[in-house]
């Protein structure tokens, strides 16, 4: 099944993952300029967060390719394992030092806003599904509508920057985006071959193989990591602009 996806799906999943890391290492630096530390700090930040993002794209796509996360007949699995981390990481990292940094040097608008990946990524998990990798309910001809984040978040992103907005307007989206990710994560969850909620035919298992594994390991993380920004730097009342 897996040798059956086209070129545009397999790029698609690298490619967004690694644009996301990157762009991850990139906004780092720009809070640090705007914060004005001088660059041999801004040098060092960056150093630090490109290693970590590094590390962790080849270790889960390691893991994936070894077998290991297919392995459910152990307890836990260690997919189970992974998603722990995930959830985690996307805990932590918001409330880091390096997570501070972030929303006391980016403005509302770029924390908003870049969550505008998920329209891209809908449509890329949308073709895979088209092509027999993917569950159609991971898909939005099924019970995904995370592509609704994507959408809003690139308009009010782009309201943002022009205007000011009322605080309980970027809460409201926040949260709604928040629980349409949820939503995704439940649904692809009870998907697996651990529940199999929608029938042995229908199972999320590409997700197990490089380099789909980064759908969960980079993208549902990255997606966390901003609601939780969101949510800081509403919290301290700045708009960073």
């Known amino acids: 099944m897996f040798l059956h996806a086209s070129v545009l799906v397999n790029a698609g999943f690298v490619a967004l993952p690694v644009l996301l890391g990157s762009g991850f ?16 700090t801004r040098r060092r930040w960056a150093i630090g967060t490109g290693l970590a993002v590094l590390l962790w794209l080849v270790v889960t796509a390691a893991a994936a390719a070894s077998g290991v996360l297919r392995k459910f007949d152990v307890t836990p699995p260690p997919f189970a394992v992974l998603l722990l981390a995930i959830i985690v990481l996307g805990i932590l990292v918001p409330f880091s030092p390096l997570g501070t940094r972030l929303i006391r040097g980016l403005p509302l608008a770029a924390l908003v806003g870049y969550q505008v990946f998920r329209f891209p990524l809908e449509l890329l998990m949308h073709r895979a599904y088209v092509e027999g990798i993917m569950p159609e309910q991971m898909s939005y001809s099924g019970r995904n509508f995370d592509i609704l984040t994507g959408i809003s978040a690139g308009l009010l992103g782009l309201i943002l920057l022009r205007s000011p907005v009322p605080r309980w307007v970027v809460h409201v989206w926040n949260v709604a985006g928040f629980a349409l990710l949820v939503n995704i994560v439940t649904v692809a969850l009870v998907s697996s071959p651990a529940f199999a909620w929608f029938g042995r035919d229908r199972l999320n298992v590409f997700v197990l193989y490089p380099p789909f594994v980064w759908l969960p390991a980079v993208m549902v993380l990255a997606a966390l990591m901003g609601h939780i920004l969101v949510w800081r730097k509403l919290r301290i009342g700045e708009s960073g602009r």
């Open 25 to 40: 290492v990139l906004a780092g630096d720009w809070a640090g300029r705007r914060l004005g530390e001088s660059p041999t």
